[in-house]
């Protein structure tokens, strides 16, 4: 079982950055690959990236491939989504995951989920 909260969203001009974090809870968090993604109004919940439990496999969407960068600190029990470059077309609620199936890119491959963090970028 694993516990996710997410933090580090907020409201900024398009064009700038933001780091999402997510701290996971549970001494198995090193064994999981995590996932990001977000869900804008009236829109399905879409991949944006992922991470394997080494980091060394690191996949993106296409839509962020470039400006957002996903990372991990196992000792701190944490992954991250450095976002830049912002556009409108970014806001929506962002949230972490833990892989628990096959496929980076499926909602249904991720058992664990976060509440949420809303971005909204402004043009």
């Known amino acids: 079982q694993v516990q996710l909260v997410e933090s580090g969203g907020g409201l900024v001009q398009a064009g700038g950055s933001l780091r999402l974090s997510c701290a996971a809870s549970g001494r198995t968090f090193s064994s999981y690959a995590m996932g990001w993604f977000r869900q804008a109004p009236g829109m399905e919940r879409e991949f944006v990236a992922a991470?394997?439990?080494?980091?060394?496999?690191?996949p993106y969407a296409d839509s962020v491939k470039g400006r957002f960068t996903i990372s991990r600190d196992n000792a701190k029990n944490t992954v991250y989504l450095q976002m830049n470059s912002l556009k409108p077309e970014d806001t929506a609620v962002y949230y972490c995951?833990?892989?628990?199936?096959?496929?980076?890119?499926?909602?249904?491959?991720?058992?664990?989920w976060g509440q949420g963090t809303q971005v909204t970028v402004s043009s």
């Open positions: 995951a833990a892989r628990t199936g096959a496929g980076w890119g499926q909602a249904r491959s991720y058992s664990y």
């Open positions: 991470i394997s439990w080494s980091g060394g496999t690191t």
